[in-house]
């Protein structure tokens, strides 16, 4: 089960993209493939004349029920043990792009030039080594959290607008709402 999960706060987000930045570094994601293990995205809602337009950070939510490694039928999905972060062994990935179909937040994603599929990984190597994830380490506005999963699970909502149904994946994520504790 998750051991850790991320806190969004949509109010704090200003679009710079650091997040994506830093991934895409700590993680060596190739440029110019389109993949993004962090991607902040952007939605209208309300509707005329009271529209609104909110940024949400979003990455693998390294579920408590992961469709993904169960759709993975040579088990190269996992989940890994100290952190909870559902990984991908690329040695026993063959890009068949399951995981990909059933996961409804995007998260996994084919690497056209390793023909394997590739994620956020919740840098539990960072987490190992008793540091953040190279995402929150650089959100100038603390936007994006990751905190021990007991300590938010209750807390904040578990879906905002545009945000799958959380019910049969019970993803590791809490948006911050009213009430919220903002920490940082």
């Not at 992961?66 to 100290?82: D, F, G, V």
Request: charged residues 20%; neutral net charge; proline residues 7%.
């Amino acid at each position: 089960m998750p051991k850790y999960g991320w806190v969004v706060d949509s109010k704090k987000c200003i679009e710079c993209r650091a997040c994506e930045a830093a991934c895409k570094q700590w993680n060596g994601v190739e440029t110019g493939l389109g993949m993004r293990y962090r991607l902040v995205r952007t939605y209208e809602t309300g509707s005329f004349p009271n529209v609104s337009m909110t940024a949400l950070s979003l990455a693998c939510n390294h579920c408590g029920n992961p469709l993904c490694l169960k759709a993975c039928p040579t088990k190269a999905m996992y989940r890994h043990e100290s952190t909870g972060a559902v990984l991908i062994n690329a040695e026993l990935c063959v890009g068949c792009r399951f995981c990909e179909e059933f996961c409804p937040y995007g998260a996994p994603q084919f690497n056209a030039q390793t023909h394997k599929m590739e994620k956020c990984t919740m840098c539990f190597d960072r987490l190992e080594q008793g540091l953040e994830p190279a995402c929150v380490a650089l959100c100038p506005t603390g936007a994006i959290r990751l905190e021990k999963w007991e300590d938010i699970e209750a807390l904040g909502a578990d879906r905002v607008a545009n945000f799958p149904n959380p019910i049969t994946t019970q993803p590791s994520i809490r948006f911050i709402t009213e009430g919220f504790p903002q920490g940082r």
